[in-house]
Each structure stands twice: as structure tokens, then as C-alpha cells.
């Protein structure tokens, strides 16, 4: 049986994708053939050009600036919840779990700075493998109570956490209905990672 991402749409389970474009100057030379170089002097004092390709992001080459461009840009445009207005469930995919972890970093510096005192870093979770109950993670979020219940409205539950941030654990049959967010802060090379 096979049920697809149009299948979806058309019977009103899903909704099609919107794209937000966060592509740096770096990030569209790492996508290309030649890949992004990187002109440095070796201890010997010589000349030396390195390319880096789309799959040595946050593993060989990282870029910092990248990340935080990734992470405004995302909290700028990402959906709303339309009964609470808050920034809605989301899930972002990451590298790896180190960069999991700056994302994460880096979303709750930034949230503080856009609500402040609202979430005391509760904002966004790392949920991988290298977290102690993970999985119960995912689960909770999936439940809307990943780190308590929020307080936006008496009436309405939803999570305190509004975005998990991981690198595998949350896609293969994962459920959460009222996600609205996904964030590929990774290159996808697959259309069946893509997809799912």
C-alpha cells in the first residue's frame, strides 16, 4: 500500500509544503560542484586551498554564522499556532548531535530575546540518542506536554517546548499531528528522507 504526500493533501490530512529559503553564500558554494573553498596559509607558510562539499557541513567545516542565519530565519518565519499564536510545534533536523546541540543553543538565546521570560530555555529540546529519555521525549512532545504544559490559555494544551531539535530519532514513524514547523538545517540527499 502506498500512500503519498499528494494523496495526503488531496484528502485534507496534510498540507503541501512552504519553503523558506536560508541559503548563504557558503551553504549554495557547498551545494556546488566545486564545493566551497577555503584559501589559508599552512605552517610551513605556504598557500593552500581546501574545498569543503555539502557533506562535511558541522562535521569537517563549520560555520557559525550559518547556523545563527538558519536559526533567525526560522524563528521569523516559521507558523503560528492559530489558537495560542505562539510559534508552533516544530521539529528541526540537524547534522549531528553536537550540532543539535548548538541549535538548540543558539534558539533559546534567541527566544529569550524575542519573549523574554517566556520560556527560561524550555524553548527548543535537544531530543537524541546521547539525551537521557529521549525517546520519552518525543513522546511527550507528541502528547503536548514536553516539559509541562504551556500557560499561553487556560482552555488550550500544548507543550511549553516548542521545538525539538534532532538528528534521526523523530522521523520514521514518527506521529505528532499538530506539527507546523520542520526545519531541514541539513543537507537531505535523499527524496525518501525528504519525504517522510
Not at 484528502?11 to 560542484?33: C, F, K, M, Q
Not at 524563528?75 to 510545534?89: H, Q, T, V
Not at 528541526?92 to 553536537?98: H, R
Amino acid at each position: 500500500y502506498r500512500y503519498s504526500l499528494l494523496d495526503g493533501v488531496k484528502e485534507g490530512y496534510l498540507i503541501n509544503p512552504t519553503v523558506v529559503d536560508a541559503r548563504t553564500e557558503i551553504t549554495t558554494e557547498l551545494l556546488s560542484e566545486k564545493g566551497f573553498i577555503v584559501s589559508f596559509t599552512d605552517d610551513a607558510g605556504e598557500d593552500q586551498q581546501e574545498a569543503f562539499k555539502q557533506r562535511e557541513f558541522e562535521k569537517r567545516f563549520v560555520a557559525e554564522a550559518t547556523n545563527q542565519l538558519f536559526c533567525k530565519t526560522f524563528l521569523e518565519n516559521a507558523l503560528r499556532d492559530p489558537i495560542s499564536g505562539e510559534i508552533g510545534k516544530s521539529v528541526i533536523f540537524a547534522v549531528s548531535q553536537n550540532h543539535a546541540a548548538k541549535l538548540v543553543q543558539i534558539l533559546n538565546l534567541m527566544a529569550d530575546r524575542m519573549f523574554p521570560g517566556k520560556y527560561q530555555s524550555d524553548f527548543a529540546v535537544q531530543v537524541t540518542s546521547q539525551i537521557p529519555d529521549a525517546q520519552q521525549f518525543s513522546i511527550n512532545f507528541a502528547n503536548n506536554n514536553l516539559l509541562g504544559s504551556a500557560n499561553f490559555l487556560h482552555t488550550y494544551r500544548t507543550s511549553m517546548a516548542r521545538v525539538c531539535v534532532t538528528v534521526g530519532m523523530m522521523t520514521t514513524g514518527y506521529d505528532c499531528t499538530d506539527i507546523l514547523n520542520l526545519g531541514l538545517f541539513r543537507p537531505i540527499f535523499s527524496p525518501t528522507d525528504f519525504i517522510q
